[in-house]
């Protein structure tokens, strides 16, 4: 029998402005699912300033940075974990161009053409690398342990033996959350 390609991982965040608007959340909900990514673990929060400082580091000392961190602590964000063959570069893709003025010219069709306001409120978030990923995982799912999610859920996600919980927008094995 031969073995399924490795699920890759990335983080994903739908920014504060994206939750205040259910129309808006529901289409990107529906792209992602669209698109054949599984939603290995997705919550709503608001990010904390510390949270958000360790997160955004490498923009410390950058003219749009404090912008940043106090825009991505205003309100909930939905963050999640999302899987996929090539997730990372599928979900960059899906996003388009960080910078809003850019997507709405260059990927007028992408997440951040149709729904970016401004380079700081562009709608999404995703990793850029697996190191990435798998560092912003730690900071906003500290619980999410990814060895032995590799060695249990990632079988089970690969067999369709994991469901949507569309109410939670997460997995479950959970027969009653699979309606």
Known sequence: MQSKIPLELTLAILKPHVIKNPVVLQKIHDIILENGFKVVRSRRIIITPPEADLFYQEHRGKFFYNRLVTFMCSGPS????????????????????????????SAPDSIRGKFGLSDTRNATHGSDSTESAEREMRILFKDFDLKSWRETDECLQQLGQIKLDYKSFTSTTDEISMK
């Open 78 to 105: 939905d963050i999640m974990i999302l899987a996929g063959e090539n997730a990372i570069s599928k979900w960059r893709e899906l996003m388009g161009p960080t910078k809003v003025f850019q997507a709405q010219y």
